[in-house]
């Protein structure tokens, strides 16, 4: 079992950063993958960001690439998700996941055994 906790979320102008944080527990961090997912209100949650399971790649949604970097310390069993340049389109809650089993598939949500609460990002313009 992993528990994952967000935290970071907030409010900022259109044009600024914030850095998301997962903090993880329960297992080994290399024994899952982790990843970032956001859904805005009467929208599907959509996928975000991932490592691939070596974690010598990322993967990025195409509205976030170039903006958002996702990274992770495996010492503190932490992923963070850094959010530059950040657009109105970009306010949603952000879910940080995490997966037992590598996967073409790693931009469904359902390939994700285990989710945080998530953390409200506002983008004001």
């Known amino acids: 079992q992993v528990q994952l906790v967000e935290s970071g979320g907030g409010l900022v102008q259109a044009g600024g950063s914030l850095t998301l944080s997962c903090a993880a527990s329960?297992?080994?961090?290399?024994?899952?993958?982790m990843g970032w997912f956001r859904q805005a209100p009467g929208k599907e949650r959509e996928f975000v960001a991932t490592f691939s399971r070596s974690s010598d790649n990322m993967y990025y949604a195409d509205s976030v690439k170039g903006r958002f970097a996702i990274s992770k310390d495996n010492a503190k069993n932490t992923a963070y998700l850094q959010m530059n340049s950040l657009k109105p389109e970009d306010t949603a809650m952000y879910y940080c996941a995490a997966r037992d089993r590598s996967t073409v598939w790693f931009r469904s949500a359902t390939q994700y055994n285990y989710w945080g609460q998530g953390t409200q990002v506002t983008v004001s313009s």
């Open positions: 329960g297992r080994t961090v290399s024994t899952y993958t």
